[in-house]
């Protein structure tokens, strides 16, 4: 699966997060908003190369 498409299906998790919190689902829509944001500094991080580096600067 290549970057866009990983970023397609964030953006896709982040919208039905967006309506169910309009509809009302709010555990449900904080559970997705939740999800979009970890896979999105997942992806974030391995693009960038230093996934599970920990620094002390």
Do not use: P, Q, W
């Not at 896979?39 to 190369?49: A, D, E, I, Q, W």
């Amino acid at each position: 699966m290549n970057d866009f498409y990983k970023d397609v299906l964030t953006g896709a998790v982040f919208v039905t997060g967006l309506i169910g919190f309009i509809s009302g689902e709010f555990i449900i829509s904080s559970t997705l908003f939740a999800a979009a944001a970890i896979t999105s500094n997942v992806n974030l991080n391995r693009k960038r190369g230093n996934a599970g580096h920990l620094s002390c600067k």
